[in-house]
T-cell receptor
């Protein structure tokens, strides 16, 4: 089983749509969770951290379910500029205090006019 | 001002050659990383250094040798390049000791093509 699994998509949605991405992780000892965004031929950039209580940043809402080892990202009112690949990222303890980011393969989103 | 910079941006070379990729961060961060993103877009950590000391070394062929002359620089030297080394290599940095929860900032990537 892969450490971090995501539906690769692509998700093709019209502008204004609401879209949700899911992610599962295999290591129950994982401690930190993130969503990164990667535009075509660019570097990954942090979109938001994911907290157990759920957190929201504008049109973006992230949820974490530790019992199910499941992370989600909801994007409301999609914009053309949201088109990108969304990477689910889990940080596991590498030993001592060191972390090791484990990336999912990403979910590709394409927002159409 | 580029926070994490890498050179070169593109690298095309023949099998068997030796090449280096350089990375510099001006964020004052203590930890730097090298990641490889293959043709299937899978991003995987290779190495991390904290204050010039190696802290993570994933299962990477010993043809890959990172070098950190100071905490602002982490270079990657690759000996005897193979076709399978073709990928995008990303450098990243984080503020602390690489602990869980730290945000990592990525460089623009170096696209390596081995012919």
């Amino acid at each position: 089983r892969k450490e971090v699994e995501q539906d690769p998509g692509p998700f093709n949605v019209p502008e204004g749509a609401t879209v949700a991405f899911n992610c599962t992780y295999s290591n129950s000892a994982s401690q930190s969770f993130f969503w990164y965004r990667q535009d075509c031929r660019k570097e990954p950039k942090l979109l938001m951290s994911v907290y157990s209580s759920g957190n929201e940043d504008g049109r973006f809402t992230a949820q974490l379910n530790r019992a199910s080892q499941y992370i989600s990202l909801l994007i409301r009112d999609s914009k053309l500029s949201d088109s990108a690949t969304y990477l689910c990222v889990v940080n596991t303890d590498y030993g001592g205090s060191q972390g090791n980011l484990i990336f999912g393969k990403g979910t590709k989103l394409s927002v159409k006019p | 001002d580029t926070a994490v910079s890498q050179t070169p941006k593109y690298l095309v070379t023949q099998m068997g050659n030796d090449k280096s990729i350089k990375c510099e961060q001006n964020l004052g961060h203590d930890t730097m990383y090298w990641y490889k993103q293959d043709s299937k877009k899978f991003l995987k950590i290779m190495f991390s250094y904290n204050n010039k000391e190696l802290i993570i070394n994933e299962t990477v062929p010993n043809r890959f040798s990172p070098k950190s002359p100071d905490k602002a620089h982490l270079n990657l030297h690759i000996n005897s390049l193979e076709l399978g080394d073709s990928a995008v290599y990303f450098c990243a940095s984080s503020q602390g000791s690489g602990g869980v929860g730290e945000t990592q900032y990525f460089g623009p990537g170096t696209r390596l093509l081995v012919l």
